[in-house]
Every structure is written in C-alpha cells, then in structure tokens.
C-alpha cells in the first residue's frame, strides 16, 4: 500500500478515514477522489489539507476517463471507495441518483482498476487492493428475536439505497471471482461522529435541540439501529486494509441498538446538562412523532464475531461517550455546520423532507 484512492474522502466517514491514514500510515500517499456533491465538503479536511502526502483530486467515479486517469497518473495501488449517494430518505424521493452513484459509479471504478491492474499488470497482484465501503442495510430488516447478521446472511435490501449497495457489493464480488481481482468488502452499521452531514438523525437531533425546534421522530421511534462511532469504523477498515484476507467480506457494528427514540432522549438530556437554556428545558419536550419513512426497516443487528476473532477489532467508544463526544464537536464546530446549512440545496431538502410530514 502506497499511493492510496480514497474515494468520497470528502463525505463524513471518508474524511475521517483519511485524517485517520494520514497520521497512522507514515509512508502513505493519499489522494481524496470526490466529486464533491452536496455532502462533500473539504472544510472538513481543513487541518490536513497541506500535507504533502494528501492531495485532493475533484473528479467524479461515473467518468470512465477521469477515473483511468487518476490511477495512472498517481500510480494507485490502493482504492478504498466510499463515495455513493448515502441517505435513504433521499433514495425514496429520488432513486435515480443512487443507481447512477451507487451501481454505475461502482462499476467504473472496478473496471478502471481491472484494466489498470489486471490487463496492463502494472503491479504484482499480491499488492493491489480494492477496498468496497458497504452498509448493514442489504441485510434488510430483522424481527423481534431475530439473529444478528452474519456475513453469510443472505441479501434482502428494502430501500432504493440498500438495494443500490447490495447491487455494487455484487459488481465487487463478481470482479473478485471472475477477472480475480483483489478486493475485500466491509458491511457496517449506522455511524455517528464528527463531520457527519446534518440531514441524518443524529446531527438533525443536535442541531434542531440546540435551536428549540420540534425533533422528528418517524412513526413510534422504536427502530433500533446498531451504532457505530465513525473513527471506530475507520480503524476496522484500516485493519481489513492491512491483515483481512483478499476476496473476504467483513461485518462491522457498534454493539449498541438503543431504539430511536432513546437516541434522541439521550441527546436531549446531553443537552440540557451541557448547554442548558431555561427557555427549551427539558429539550424531551420537543419531541414530535411524524409521519414514517415508508419501507422503513425496523431493527438491525450486526454479528462482528468474524472481526473480532480474525483481526482483533472492537468498537472502543461507548454510545454514551461518543454522543457526548459529537455533541461537543457541533457545539464547537458552528461555522462548520453554518457553512451546509446556509446552502439553498439543504435548506431545499430540509423543506422537501420534512415540511410533508
Ligand atoms: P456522505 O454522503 O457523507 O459522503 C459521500 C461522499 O461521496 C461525498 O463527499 C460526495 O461528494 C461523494 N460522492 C458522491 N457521488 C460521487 C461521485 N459520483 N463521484 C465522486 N464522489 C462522489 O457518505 P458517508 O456517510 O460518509 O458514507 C460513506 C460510505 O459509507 C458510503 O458508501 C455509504 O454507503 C457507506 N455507509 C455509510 C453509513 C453511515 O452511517 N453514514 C453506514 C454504512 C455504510
Ligand atoms: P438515518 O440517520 O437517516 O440513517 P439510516 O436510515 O441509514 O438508518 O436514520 C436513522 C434512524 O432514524 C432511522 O430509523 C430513521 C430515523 N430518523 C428519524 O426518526 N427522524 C429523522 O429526522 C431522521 C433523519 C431519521
């Protein structure tokens, strides 16, 4: 691993992974291959940003040209791909978009790598890497009582995105199997942390708290999700990186499934400890059930048996720290959040979501 393709490195959990390899891989080079859509955002990578060993490329995964390119002209041993559309309730009202990121954008990528790689050999293959960022939700949902998911747990994705990533894991596998293509796959749960765009529960809770707005709650809140601190996560895929064996998937979870609704409780209540305001007190009572996402999966559960007895890999933060952790990030990150939330396409999307519920 030496001249790494991080792509989507300005989106949430790639800017944290990069900030991450950056400081922990000494003799690696980066370069962050984002086409910086609504959710990317190089402030978020402010503090690294003249490191000689990063360097920014704008450049978008659907275009075949651009992405050949980029491998050839920065010698890249190394993709560790992020980039998609990532947000279900976006995937509902406009689905397009994620088969075109999610599917196409995966295949260009694949197929720039095979050709660059396999075709031309320009590297032994026992060097070469092709590291696919993957979710929990192809998995689909689990009932009350219901095992955690394994990997061998079949595919049985219920909204447009997680079938758009349940098709890209298997554009993966097949470039795996059929052309021998060097890759490994991470599924992994809900994560939360800094940077992370403020259209998903956990920044939206925050924020809207912060200002005394009512906080959406879809249907009873008694969806349970597995969550994940995003630099967590970044260790996991660093570890799959360097020790996971080639051609293997691994699942990646937080070992936390509060429902919903305790998510946003307990950030209330975070709330009114640390920056208390007589006028919102208790911040609880600004809770609004809405109506539900349609589709919306009821629980998932991620079994990491395999990380953890392979690789030694364990979450490190526990829910309670972490919220208080990312809380205190947006409280000290105003200009940050300022900055996405003053866009017009946000505030377009904040109305489109949320005004019809
Ligand atoms: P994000 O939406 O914050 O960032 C996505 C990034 O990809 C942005 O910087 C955007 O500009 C870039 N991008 C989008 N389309 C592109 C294109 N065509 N070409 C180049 N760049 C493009 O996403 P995230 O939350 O950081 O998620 C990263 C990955 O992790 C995704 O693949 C997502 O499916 C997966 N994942 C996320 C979560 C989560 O909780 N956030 C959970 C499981 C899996
Ligand atoms: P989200 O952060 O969008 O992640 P995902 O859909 O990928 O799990 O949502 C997390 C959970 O929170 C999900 O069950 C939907 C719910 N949710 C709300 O109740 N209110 C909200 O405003 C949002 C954005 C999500």
């Known amino acids: 691993m030496k001249n790494v393709l991080v792509t989507g490195g300005a989106g949430f959990i790639g800017s ?3 900030r991450q390899i950056i400081k922990n891989e000494k003799e690696l080079r980066v370069y962050n291959y984002d086409a910086l859509t609504y959710a990317g955002n190089l402030d978020s990578l402010a503090d690294i940003a003249g490191d000689p060993r990063y360097q920014f490329i704008q450049g978008n995964i659907c275009d075949p040209e651009q992405v050949a390119s980029a491998l050839r002209e920065h010698q890249i041993d190394t993709i560790v791909h992020f980039a998609a559309e990532s947000h279900v309730d976006r995937s509902i009202l406009g689905p397009r978009q994620f088969i075109e990121t999610n599917v196409m954008g995966t295949f260009t990528l694949l197929d720039a790598a095979r050709q660059y ?8 293959k026992e060097s070469v890497r092709f590291h696919h960022v993957s979710t929990d939700e192809v998995f689909g949902s689990l009932k009350p009582g219901e095992p955690a998911w394994t990997e061998e747990t079949p595919y049985a994705p219920n909204s447009p995105y997680a079938a758009s990533k349940a098709a890209s894991d298997h554009l ?6 059929t052309y021998g293509l060097p890759f490994t796959i991470t599924n992994c749960s809900n994560n939360y942390g800094p940077f992370q765009f403020p259209e998903k529960l956990i920044p939206v809770i925050i924020l809207n708290a912060l200002e005394g707005k009512p906080l959406p709650v879809y249907g009873d809140g008694q969806q349970v999700r597995d969550w994940l601190h995003v630099e967590d996560h970044c260790e996991a895929i660093h570890l799959v990186l360097t020790k996971g064996a080639t051609g293997s998937t691994y699942n990646i979870g937080g070992e936390n499934q509060p429902a919903n609704l305790s998510i946003v409780e307990t950030i209330c209540d975070i709330l009114d400890e640390i920056a208390p305001s007589p ?23 991620m079994d990491t048996t395999k990380i953890s007895g392979e690789l030694g890999w364990r979450p490190r933060h526990t829910l309670q720290q972490g919220l208080l952790d990312t809380v205190h990030w947006y409280l000290s990150h105003p200009e940050w959040v300022a900055s996405i939330r003053q866009k017009q396409e946000y505030k377009g ?8 519920r």
């Not at 790689?117 to 032994?124: I, N, R, V």
């Not at 999307?349 to 019809?356: E, G, I, R, T, V």
């Open 117 to 124: 790689w396999l075709t031309e050999q320009t590297f032994p």
């Open 172 to 177: 993966v596998r097949s470039y795996g199997h």
């Open 279 to 301: 006028e919102h007190r208790p911040r609880r009572d600004l809770i609004q059930f809405v109506k539900d996402r349609p589709g919306h999966d009821r629980r998932y559960d």
């Open 349 to 356: 999307w904040m109305d489109a979501n949320y005004k019809s």
């Open 16 to 18: 944290n992974f990069i």
